[in-house]
């Protein structure tokens, strides 16, 4: 949520009060292009997972493995899940929970520790960062705003 509000209205909004300050040319359907398209940008880029998604990879199974957060016989489960990539975490932890189990043991794994108690590092684990939608939308909206400044006319108002 936070990422939508700071990309969306703070990135967007940016540009259009710079440009109204500083820019006699800029002018209200420039501005109402601006707002439009940086809102529906930070929409699109962080609903499609591109500023973070989660994906299973075997060099980061085995980094867990050798951290002991996992065992062998569950690092072994993760290959069904391999290049999957998941949006939202909700949707990443709850396929780890049904493909592990609740209460997965094993030599290295701590008596009484379950799944869940380890979710949190096996799901930090596989997080993919992208480019922030912070800075993109900033740069969309800074470009779209330059672009309709130019390319769209300003409305004219007619003094009687």
Same mark, same amino acid.
């Given at each position: 949520?936070?990422? &939508?509000?700071?990309?969306?209205?703070?990135?967007?909004?940016?540009?259009?009060?710079?440009?109204?300050?500083?820019?006699?040319?800029?002018?209200?359907?420039?501005?109402?292009?601006? #707002?439009?398209?940086?809102?529906?940008?930070?929409?699109?880029?962080?609903?499609?997972?591109?500023? =973070?998604? &989660?994906?299973?990879?075997?060099?980061?199974?085995?980094?867990?493995? *050798? =951290?002991?957060? /996992?065992?062998?016989?569950?690092?072994?489960? &993760?290959?069904?899940? *391999?290049?999957?990539? &998941? #949006?939202?975490? +909700?949707?990443?932890? +709850?396929?780890?929970?049904?493909? /592990?189990? *609740?209460?997965?043991?094993?030599?290295?794994? =701590?008596?009484? *520790? +379950?799944? $869940?108690?380890?979710?949190?590092?096996?799901? +930090?684990?596989?997080?993919? @960062?992208?480019?922030?939608?912070?800075?993109?939308?900033?740069?969309?909206?800074?470009?779209?705003?330059?672009?309709?400044?130019?390319?769209?006319? @300003? $409305?004219?108002? @007619?003094?009687?």
């Amino acid at each position: 949520l936070v990422s &939508y509000v700071w990309a969306g209205i703070g990135c967007t909004f940016s540009v259009v009060i710079l440009f109204t300050l500083f820019w006699e040319r800029f002018h209200g359907r420039a501005a109402l292009v601006t #707002i439009v398209t940086g809102l529906l940008f930070t929409v699109f880029w962080i609903s499609g997972g591109f500023e =973070q998604h &989660y994906r299973v990879t075997s060099a980061k199974t085995l980094f867990l493995v *050798e =951290q002991g957060v /996992l065992e062998q016989h569950e690092a072994s489960l &993760y290959d069904e899940m *391999e290049g999957r990539k &998941y #949006i939202s975490a +909700s949707a990443f932890e +709850s396929d780890l929970l049904e493909l /592990l189990g *609740e209460e997965s043991t094993g030599p290295g794994v =701590q008596p009484g *520790e +379950s799944v $869940r108690e380890r979710l949190p590092a096996m799901v +930090s684990s596989y997080t993919e @960062k992208g480019i922030p939608a912070r800075l993109l939308t900033f740069f969309v909206a800074l470009g779209v705003a330059i672009a309709s400044t130019f390319l769209l006319k @300003k $409305r004219e108002h @007619k003094v009687i």
